[in-house]
């Protein structure tokens, strides 16, 4: 029988979803179903980078053999790098490489069945992947071993991508990438900078927002279009992962403390309201009492507006697995509740700090919508879902920002 549904599920950071997305887009003969229905095909993205993803990955292969013991189950991702024999052992019925799905492809909805489209999922926002892979083998991770050494994506290519999100009425761009400030070093006369100047003089461009990038990413000529006036959002997801110099160190992060304040406030010189966002990780083999304290006095200092923290979670075949002082999971748990205390008081106080302003806010879903420096806000009028409009911030809680429209409406 002809498979006519299929069904994805997708794991991990923005760059899986960005695969997933690409991979779809180009099964035109298949309808795009919920992945709790039943389907002919079942598409799995899997994530590796700790120990519940790794989990979660495997109860979507069994979830999905479940809702359809005759379904084709295809699996991609990094799990099946770092384990290749796990996805069929569970059931599946195929394993490929997420960036190479030609197989998939072919297989699954040859050319000669296409019927057309698939829908564009959202209107209001697009991820467009510019570069996969990573070199700097930081000593926790496990994705430099399972995504390979950067590689850059050509700028036409993105340039290409981004007009097409734009021409179907995406209002905001965001670059990702497994790591994004290497992007352009494959390549002669490339890099984050020029590629950034580039999508910004696109014709009708909203906004441009940057995903998670390294520290080292905030160059001079970075700076530079920061402080000039465009349409790059003032947002930056700068990946902290300890304020401990000694945790630092043993991460094989290459910069301190002092480093990294000194860009932040560059940051914040040019651009006063800006969001700085990162990552946390709390337990790292060695982190001793004095360096966790350390480390929370260093993000209080930093007044992040928002942290994601997580508790080390040991991956085979990377140093820091075999690392003397491996932290007691009940010590990680007291640590992480103290951060996550923490992060959310900081995010409290980011938000009050923008009540009385006037933003510009997207609207992703009738009255719900983002700032440009990634505060939620939400309104009383209806139906705006993918207008941008200035909103004067009344109030403020710790999910958000609630507003009133001021008028001024940016485009619908």
Do not use: W
Not at 3 to 16: D, E, F, R, S
Not at 134 to 144: E, G, K, L, Q, T
Not at 195 to 204: E, F, N, T
């Amino acid at each position: 029988m002809e498979k006519t549904t299929i069904a994805a599920y997708t794991l991990g950071c923005k760059v899986n979803q960005c695969d997933t997305d690409a991979i779809l887009a180009r099964l035109t003969g298949l309808a795009i179903v919920n992945f709790n229905e039943y389907a002919d095909i079942y598409l799995i993205n899997t994530c590796t980078v700790t120990h519940t993803s790794d989990k979660k990955s495997r109860q979507m292969i069994r979830r999905a053999k479940k809702q359809n013991p005759n379904a084709f189950v295809a699996v991609c991702g990094c799990m099946t790098k770092s384990s290749p024999t796990v996805a069929i052992e569970l059931g599946a019925d195929f394993v490929f490489d997420s960036r190479e799905p030609d197989e998939f492809v072919t297989k699954v909805a040859p050319p000669q069945h296409s019927k057309g489209g698939n829908p564009q999922r959202n209107k209001t926002r697009a991820f467009i992947k510019i570069q996969d892979g990573c070199n700097r083998f930081c000593s926790y991770c496990i994705v430099p071993y399972v995504r390979g050494n950067p590689k850059s994506r050509p700028a036409q290519d993105i340039l290409a991508e981004a007009e097409q999100h734009i021409s179907n009425g995406v209002k905001e761009i965001i670059l990702t990438g497994i790591q994004v400030a290497s992007y352009g070093e494959d390549f002669d006369n490339e890099n984050l900078p020029t590629l950034i100047q580039k999508i910004l003089l696109i014709d009708d461009i909203s906004r441009l927002r940057l995903s998670s990038i390294e520290p080292n990413a905030i160059t001079d000529e970075f700076l530079k279009i920061v402080a000039s006036p465009n349409k790059l959002c003032d947002h930056f997801h700068l990946s902290l992962q300890s304020g401990s110099d000694a945790t630092l160190q043993r991460m094989n992060r290459h910069y301190t403390t002092k480093q990294y304040e000194s860009i932040a406030q560059n940051l914040r010189n040019i651009s006063p309201n800006v969001a700085l966002t990162t990552d946390i990780i709390v337990g790292f083999p060695g982190e001793t009492e004095q360096e966790f304290n350390e480390s929370l006095s260093f993000v209080k200092k930093m007044a992040f507006s928002r942290i994601h923290v997580f508790e080390y979670s040991k991956r085979d075949g990377t140093p820091a697995a075999t690392m003397p002082d491996q932290v007691p999971e009940y010590v990680k748990s007291a640590r992480s509740k103290q951060m996550r205390e923490l992060a959310a008081q900081l995010q409290l106080n980011f938000h009050n700090s923008q009540v009385g302003k006037t933003m510009p806010v997207l609207f992703e879903s009738n009255n719900k919508g983002y700032t440009t420096n990634y505060c939620p806000v939400q309104v009383t009028t209806q139906n705006l879902t993918n207008v941008l409009c200035d909103v004067e911030i009344t109030a403020a809680t710790h999910d958000g920002l609630l507003g009133k429209i001021s008028g001024g409406n940016h485009g619908a």
